[in-house]
């Protein structure tokens, strides 16, 4: 159907045409002594148009051959450009395949033919071109670094910055330096050399320093360095991008939090520590029992390390299944470290209680009753729970403790047998 529409047109054209050339609109007379030269309109216009096509074809064949060495020129460009480009892709293939020296090699032959296209390429191919050369030294960088050859890395690293700045496009300088300081950071970190890795982190640029990737090696530079309060900052910025996912980012920060508590060294210092972590940090029974251990260690306030342990004791006495047994075991331990130390507090014994009742079979709740019992001078009750309780702990210092005060309290009572056979179990208890 659609070749019997073009040999309709075709025949409707051809029509047209015979019938305009066979009408003579005028005569066009050519004077040329001592002849006269008379044609049709229609002929002079036909030969006017053959005369221009053949004029302009012959113009643009002439043109085409004083053009033939600029394009041979082209020519040879294109295919060095593509030899460079292969060999470019060439040296990823081999790097990423653990082939270092291959790709060593390959980015070096590449670097050679884009250096000597770049001194004939014209102005428009400049900027790829340059981009092309930064790539190849970065990627004969991170050759030479997994081949532990500093010096050419540093050299290339050099030659990478030095050709940033005479790039044609200034959003490919920023990038190319971006790059070459993120690579040179992990390498001083791969070398340990957490020194020159914050020098050229503190080079990058804002927009950049905020980037998932740049936060990474920030976080591995201050972790290096034993910077643990700028390293729990980068961590809580990454886990708010989601740069881990939610168990590994809560076990880093934790660990982070631990380690800043670990730093301080008067309580003064763990005072303000404290006060820079977020309320749900605190609320972390790890970070807060941590906390007042250190609290404790460092003779600063009970009183303090109780108020710091009460949301952790709320939440544990509420929902139990929220603790492991070592936390809940590690929290009965420090508060009972706690009470030896303040005077009887009446608001924790009825808290302490409470609990016990809430969850009768719990062993650490009854043992801590019972040892509050004691410092309340409620010697009866104390010995009561502790008799029930010490010979079921399966916790070696929590069992050897109920032991103590329970023969504490019959030397009291003047029972020396009773007295003799407790100090016996508790020295007894292994661990």
Request: proline share 4%; hydrophobic share 50%.
């Amino acid at each position: 159907m659609r070749m019997a529409l073009w040999l309709l047109a075709l025949f409707g054209v051809a029509v047209s045409v015979a019938l305009g050339l066979s009408q003579q609109f005028g005569t066009v007379t050519l004077f040329l002594p001592p002849y006269r030269v008379d044609m049709s309109l229609n002929l002079v216009v036909i030969g006017t148009v053959l005369c221009f096509v053949l004029v302009y074809a012959a113009l643009r064949g002439l043109f085409g051959v004083f053009e033939l060495p600029a394009q041979a020129r082209r020519w040879r460009a294109q295919q060095r450009e593509r030899v460079a480009q292969t060999a470019l892709l060439n040296a990823m293939v081999l790097w990423m395949t653990g082939r270092y020296t291959r790709s060593r090699k390959a980015a070096l032959k590449a670097l050679s033919q884009v250096e000597s296209l770049l001194s004939v390429a014209p102005a428009d191919t400049q900027a790829s071109l340059g981009l092309m050369r930064s790539l190849l030294h970065l990627l004969a960088a991170e050759s030479a670094h997994a081949l532990r050859d500093k010096p050419a890395r540093e050299q290339h690293f050099q030659q990478v910055l030095a050709h940033s700045e005479s790039g044609a496009r200034v959003d490919q300088k920023l990038e190319l330096r971006d790059a070459a300081f993120l690579n040179a950071v992990r390498w001083a970190l791969h070398d340990r050399d957490n020194p020159t890795a914050q020098q050229f982190l503190a080079q990058l640029p804002h927009g950049t320093a905020r980037r998932t990737l740049a936060l990474r090696l920030r976080l591995k530079a201050d972790r290096l360095g034993q910077h643990h309060l700028p390293a729990l900052d980068t961590a809580r910025l990454l886990a708010k991008h989601g740069a881990f996912a939610a168990g590994p980012a809560r076990s880093l920060v934790r660990g982070l939090a631990v380690a800043c508590l670990d730093d301080c060294h008067d309580s003064s210092q763990l005072q303000a520590s404290w006060a820079l972590l977020l309320e749900e940090e605190r609320r972390q029974p790890d970070i807060a029992m941590h906390a007042a251990q250190r609290l404790l260690t460092l003779e600063g306030e009970p009183m303090l390390a109780l108020k710091w342990l009460l949301p952790i004791w709320s939440e544990l006495t509420r929902v139990p299944e929220t603790a492991t047994v070592s936390q809940r075991q590690r929290l009965v331990r420090m508060l009972s470290s706690a009470f030896n130390i303040l005077p009887p507090d009446s608001e924790w014994l009825a808290r302490i209680e409470q609990a016990r009742l809430a969850n009768p079979r719990s062993l650490e709740l009854q043992y801590l009753s019972g040892m509050v019992c004691l410092r309340h001078g409620l010697w009866g009750k104390a010995q009561q729970m502790l008799s029930q309780v010490a010979p079921r702990l399966g916790v070696a210092d929590l069992q050897r403790q109920a032991w103590r005060a329970l023969a504490e309290l019959a030397e009291q009572k003047g029972d020396s047998a009773q007295a003799l056979a407790c100090w016996k179990l508790s020295a007894k208890v292994e661990g």
